[in-house]
């Protein structure tokens, strides 16, 4: 399941976290990439001691882990720290499946990989997130503040620069449910009782879903 959270940054965020971002802060992204990925990675990314880093990280990464939509659907254990991309004209990243498991420090599986676009998609041309499945290609490029989450296991790219910079968060989860057909049956269990709950209270119904989703979450989850 890909899914399109809007509004995890509000407009005054992003902008507030872009101003603090200049083009020297940024190196070769290459550094960050696996050995295949190396050879089709044309982007540069946030230093770690620059300047502000950390708590521009954090605020994103708390943005995320607030957001309820991406609670439901991702089921989150652990979330990687993120890194922030910036693409510049004729920059890009070829098609790659991102590493099973993530982290230096500790190692985490990666069940689904996000981004959070942080540039108006008016100022820049291309760029597109491409994610590759059996049903084609679908391309993401959405509002700044707004974040696309996906499953790691799919081929994925990121289109050319053909004008402007393109500046986006990105990063991983390890799931509580590791297969992506189980967790979407629990976003729509979910979904379903939070909204027969919105509307009608702790009725019967309720209940039964409730109990339905807490055994199968129980049943598919491991912690």
């Keep these: 399941m890909v899914m399109c959270i809007a ?5 005054d965020q992003v902008n507030a976290i872009v101003s603090k971002l200049a083009p020297s802060d ?23 001691d620059a300047v502000g880093s950390v708590a521009i990280r954090t605020q994103i990464q708390h943005a995320i882990q607030s957001n309820a939509v991406f609670q439901i659907a991702a089921l989150p254990k652990a979330i990687s720290p993120l890194l922030l991309s910036r693409y510049e004209v004729g920059m890009e990243y070829g098609s790659h499946v991102d590493n099973a498991f993530m982290g230096d420090d500790f ?12 540039s ?3 100022t820049y041309t291309g760029g597109e997130l491409i994610i590759e499945s059996i049903q084609g290609e679908q391309g993401f490029k959405l509002e ?6 996906y499953p790691s296991t799919t081929l994925h790219r990121v289109a050319p620069i053909t004008q402007g910079v393109r500046i986006a968060a990105v990063g ?3 799931s509580l449910v590791r297969d992506a057909h189980d967790r979407e049956i629990l976003f729509d269990l ?10 009608q209270g ?3 119904e309720f209940d039964l879903i409730s109990k339905s989703y807490t055994n199968l979450l129980r049943r598919w989850g491991n912690i």
Aim: aromatic letters at 8%; glycine letters at 4%; zero cysteines.
């Design 190 to 199: 979910d979904t379903a009782r939070q909204s027969l709950f919105a509307q």
């Design 144 to 149: 700044a503040g707004a974040m696309v989450l």
């Design 202 to 204: 702790k009725t019967s």
């Design 172 to 174: 991983w989860v390890q």
């Design 120 to 122: 108006d998609p008016n």
């Design 26 to 48: 940024f190196v070769d992204g290459q550094s960050t990439a696996g050995w295949h990925a190396k050879q089709v990675k044309r982007n540069m990314q946030l230093k770690s």
């Design 7 to 11: 509004h995890v940054l509000t407009r």
């Design 107 to 118: 190692r985490m599986r990666s069940d689904l990989s996000l981004t959070v676009f942080l």
